[in-house]
């Protein structure tokens, strides 16, 4: 297969086209704007194959986009460009609906345009598949919330079937074009597939996410940010697990299915930032504890308390499940950072010291 993987040079569409690479014989067009999460140093150890190549196009510009359907002409696409950063979606909500909104329209018209063209046995084969978020639901009932729970036990957790309810401007964004793929699904008959994921962590994050943004500023000694009382509850699921799941999606996926994928790993902030300084206080120790540099600040706007998937259709339908527990994968994506501080160097330009971002300003809420 020829796998045209839009927003490739990004943290899980790097994940998705190393695992192609070196996992199977399909070919893969990374179709990558190249914003300041995007970096072409993720791709380094499969950038020489031959079956790899790059497009530097943004999927808000439709003719660039026919112009790559055309020229490559693949068999399924993977959509994965997006604006992710719910902080950065509080200030600066207008990129996230041209890219998330208008970019995904454009993509999707270009590829149903090049569908068309396809003979009946390439077009029946066609896939397009749309790589969302949890975010998109809204949140969950906290254990706080409800007496007597221990943390995860019996409450309920995202399925394919739970309504929409998104709370922030990214996420919003997001829901906006899952619900354009459907549609296109239903008026067109554009053969179209969508997941939605758990938070993702691993090599290769950009530091503006929580799990790198600690781990960096451990190392640094400066303080580690906890919003609220850290008590907001995610579902962890490791990067290469997750290129795993999608991989098997866009192959092996039903067309129309949604499938959620998560980590079954829930796990509050305040937990995950005290096992980071935990594994640094053993691979990297100092006088005084990690956890000393922990600091509360408020809270962010509208911020979601609880995520957690239930992906039992992955694993009854397409046998996936994760292969790293919690620990495994965040021993390794600390050892990772520890390795590749070069990396790191090179993705923090001067737009973004890991500075706080998505305050927003009392006089915008009109106190």
């Not at 993987?5 to 899980?12: D, E, L, M, P, R």
């Not at 793929?181 to 053969?191: D, E, H, K, N, Q």
């Not at 850290?230 to 299915?257: F, M, S």
Request: include cysteine; charge should be negative; glycine fraction near 6%.
């Amino acid at each position: 297969m020829r796998i045209l993987v839009t927003g490739g040079a990004g943290f899980i569409g790097s994940a998705v086209m190393r695992h192609i690479i070196n996992n199977t014989n399909d070919s893969v067009i990374n179709l990558d704007k190249l914003t300041y999460a995007g970096n072409l140093e993720s791709l380094q150890e499969i950038s020489n194959s031959e079956r790899y190549c790059f497009e530097q196009v943004d999927i808000c510009d439709k003719a660039e986009l026919e112009r790559v359907f055309a020229q490559h002409k693949p068999d399924a696409v993977m959509h994965l460009a997006a604006e992710s950063h719910v902080d950065r979606s509080i200030t600066g909500p207008a990129e996230f609906i041209q890219t998330n909104i208008v970019g995904t329209y454009n993509l999707l018209e270009a590829a149903r345009e090049y569908w068309n063209t396809l003979t009946d046995t390439v077009k029946e084969a066609f896939r397009f598949h749309h790589i969302s978020t949890d975010e998109v639901y809204g949140d969950l009932p906290h254990p706080d919330e409800q007496e007597g729970n221990a943390l995860g036990k019996e409450l309920p957790l995202f399925t394919e079937q739970t309504s929409y309810a998104p709370s922030s401007p990214y996420s919003a964004s997001k829901a906006s074009s899952d619900h354009l793929v459907r549609a296109w699904l239903r008026t067109y008959g554009f053969p179209t597939i969508v997941t939605n994921c758990s938070n993702n962590y691993g090599p290769y994050h950009f530091p503006e996410k929580l799990i790198p943004l600690v781990i960096l500023n451990a190392l640094e000694g400066k303080e580690l940010p906890i919003y609220g009382k850290g008590d907001q509850i995610r579902d962890w699921l490791y990067v290469e697990d997750h290129a795993r799941a999608l991989y098997k999606v866009v192959t092996e996926g039903k067309v129309g299915e949604t499938y959620n994928i998560g980590g079954h790993n829930e796990k509050q902030n305040i937990e995950v930032v005290k096992s980071i300084c935990s594994i640094l206080d053993t691979l990297v120790p100092k006088d005084s504890p990690y956890s000393e540099q922990i600091t509360y600040v408020a809270d962010r706007p509208g911020h979601d308390r609880r995520y957690a998937i239930d992906s039992s259709k992955m694993s009854a339908e397409l046998n996936w499940t994760p292969v790293e527990t919690f620990e495994t994968g965040l021993r390794k994506t600390i050892e990772w950072y520890l390795e590749n501080q070069s990396w790191c160097q090179n993705v923090q330009d001067g737009s973004y010291q890991r500075e706080r971002l998505g305050e927003i300003n009392t006089q915008d809420k009109g106190e």
